[in-house]
């Protein structure tokens, strides 16, 4: 299957870059590139990509408010965000991963681990550590807490809630299984239909919704995002 790539950035010698690259990698395809925002919107409403590389910062509309339009107009084909950015710390982030965005990448980082996000994120999977996540959240997620209602969970069932912690704690889905000796199906189950009550877009914007509503602490998991007590789940 060839997964077709929107490039989106502002600065001339990073987007070349990324076509470039893009175009040389087998099983890849170049579906178009933009050099703002707003160009972004249109390219990915015409040429329906499978993911956009996108900019945070860019002139006319940027990639967050980009993003936000793209996959509320995408309809069942929502391409996978990748954001692309110069700081893993940066707040911008935290908004496009709560507006849907898929992750992250650093623009620095190395041609083939460029490659191998984008195929992360085009397989629906979510591309930020733990850790990172973690950080960022803990930075920012009690503050919108506090400013922004908090999203209410009471349409979940126990056990989705229960995965939902879990999502919010970094797990993925083999480690999900294992815990609640369950099947990998059978959690994507769960993580599908927690989703969908919730109006989410992405894994990533779960993880976030499990910070807000206060279902998941900063410092509630290790640093490997296991929960602090396996015996007692920390979550309730």
Known sequence: M??????ADDHDLIRTGLTTLVRAAPGLELAGEASDGAQAVASAAVTRPDVVLMDIRMPVLDGIAATREILS?????RPGILMLTTFDTDEYVYRALADGASGFILKDTPPPRILAAIETVAAG???ISP?????????????????RPTRTLDGLTPRETEVL????AGWDNARIAGHLVVSESTVQTHVKRLMGKLGLRSRAQAVVVAY???LVVPGSADSDGRPTNPGEHPYG
């Open 2 to 7: 060839t997964v077709r790539v929107l490039v």
């Open 73 to 77: 107009s995408a309809g069942e084909h």
């Open 125 to 127: 999977d979510m591309l």
């Open 131 to 147: 850790q990172i996540t973690r950080r960022l959240i803990a930075a920012y997620g009690e503050q919108q807490r506090v400013t």
């Open 165 to 168: 912690a879990l999502v919010g």
């Open 212 to 214: 807000e509503s206060g």
